[in-house]
């Protein structure tokens, strides 16, 4: 008879319906997986002893005394970056992965942006012009959701990365998340790469053309390595140059997308 | 007087009614405590947490889709706040070459009604070691085990707040479990 894996006796755990009828069968004739299971019930039972700290009755009021100096304007929604924020928000109801809708909004954001930076208006714009125009949504604003989506792919890419560097190294070493993670970021980053390279921001498209090569060769490693594997992996990856990397462009777009901000009057990001 | 519903207070918080957003905070206000707890196994960074999680969530007001459960789009933007913060620190720790001790609130932290000293010894020894073994999970997994153990989130809920395929998800809450329980085993064994 074929034992349960630590997975199936997990999703069983949690009553994630997945063969539950049969796993719950396996357990009763099976006094391994049986006992298996018992020890990770017992394990987690005791993670429901931890306590946690009382907070008074007033605690709601005194946050809110904390929090309401902080708090910014608020900038009225409306105008096309709402709508693609509104579009963003309701990618969760459609089924739609959001890093999917993000990723496309960001190339044609990323288009938007460095088509304005880098091409030269064949004719010069009055300020009649700019005030009666058609797209209300200024070149910093535009500027602002860039950095942040650049800044925001990059942060996960970091993360999958770091996640990568805390894997445990006694036994074999299991990789499925990081894996799962780079395939879903490869899509992202290559529309991004794409779209850099054409416009011209060599800068941006190395770093992230040298970020793809990392995260397809995670994407398509085996899910389990062993210790000596793992070490020769992580050596080839040189993860932590790369994350300093990404550290030093996250901040320069941190410091941009300030800046940015600064040059529009009464925004707070 | 009537409850104002979340809905409604949302759609005035977002016509810059500052009060209206107020009786968002006072309401979520502990169950976020808890969960930011949870994450972060430290009751300073956990009140930290919860304003930092109240202020993002006011700014991305704009975002928040009317039919939605308001509760569940604050725990997507706590777990994503509290990421952020445990990847600060372990890189600060990382940086200052410093391995990240196990919080030190443990005793001070228990509850008021706690039981006598004997108990409240094993309560607490208990405590350092689910403490130790969440602290060694990377953030991802600590998000993903407390949305999933103590918050009862689907898998599809917690891929959806992580920002995760199912598969990834699936992977952090294995991973998570399997770590927690090894680390607990040496516990279990000596009760034994």
Avoid at chain 2, 22 to 51: C, I, K, P
Avoid at chain 2, 115 to 121: I, L
Avoid at chain 2, 158 to 186: C, M, N, P, W, Y
Wanted: hydrophobic fraction near 40%; include cysteine.
């Amino acid at each position: 008879m074929k034992h349960l894996s630590e997975e199936q006796i997990i999703l069983h755990h949690y009553s994630e319906p997945e063969d539950g009828e049969r796993i719950a069968r396996h357990l009763e004739d099976c006094p391994d997986c049986r006992a298996r299971y018992q020890a990770l019930q017992q394990a987690l039972a005791l993670v429901d002893r931890s306590a946690i700290p009382h907070r008074g009755e007033n605690y709601g009021s005194e946050v809110w005394r904390q929090v309401r100096p902080r708090l910014p304007k608020r900038e009225q929604s409306s105008g096309p970056l709402s709508t693609l924020w509104g579009l963003a928000a309701r990618s969760a109801a459609w089924r739609v992965p959001r890093w999917a809708l993000v990723g496309g909004l960001g190339v044609l954001l990323l288009a938007a942006f460095f088509g304005g930076r880098l091409w030269p208006r064949s004719t010069p714009v009055s300020p009649r012009q700019i005030a009666t125009s058609a797209h209300p949504v200024s070149r910093e604003a535009r500027e602002r959701v860039l950095l942040r989506e650049i800044g925001e792919h990059l942060e996960r890419s970091q993360l999958a990365l770091i996640e990568l560097i805390n894997s445990q190294t006694n036994g074999m070493v299991d990789i499925s998340l990081e894996r799962s993670l780079a395939e879903q970021l490869v899509v992202v980053n290559r529309l991004y790469r794409q779209t850099a390279a054409r416009l011209g921001d060599s800068g941006t498209a190395n770093l992230l053309e040298d970020l793809e090569r990392r995260l397809v060769e995670i994407a398509n490693s085996p899910a389990r390595l062993s210790p000596a594997e793992f070490a020769d992996f992580r050596r080839r990856l040189d993860t932590e140059e790369m994350l300093f990397r990404i550290k030093v462009v996250s901040s320069q777009m941190r410091a941009r997308e300030l800046e940015s901000a600064r040059a529009v009057p009464g925004t707070h990001s | 007087m009537m409850e104002q519903s979340d809905a409604a207070a949302v759609a005035k918080a977002r016509e810059g009614d500052h009060d209206a957003f107020g009786v968002l905070v006072e309401r979520h206000s502990h169950a976020l405590f808890q969960l930011a707890y949870r994450m972060t196994g430290n009751e300073q960074d956990a009140e930290d947490l919860v304003q930092e999680i109240f202020l993002r969530a006011y700014r991305q007001l704009g975002k928040f889709e009317s039919r939605a459960n308001f509760s569940t789009w604050l725990h997507r933007i706590a777990a994503n706040c509290a990421i952020d913060l445990l990847r600060k620190r372990k890189s600060q720790g990382e940086q200052d070459g410093v391995v990240d001790p196990v919080p030190p609130d443990h005793l001070s932290s228990l509850p008021a009604n706690s039981p006598p000293p004997d108990q409240a010894m094993f309560h607490s020894e208990i405590q350092i070691q689910v403490e130790s073994a969440l602290h060694g999970l990377t953030p991802l997994e600590r998000a993903a085990f407390v949305l999933r153990h103590f918050e009862h989130k689907s898998v599809e809920e917690i891929s959806s707040a992580l920002d995760l395929g199912q598969s990834a998800a699936k992977q952090a809450i294995f991973r998570a479990v399997h770590k927690v329980r090894r680390s607990l085993e040496t516990v279990l064994d000596s009760a034994k």
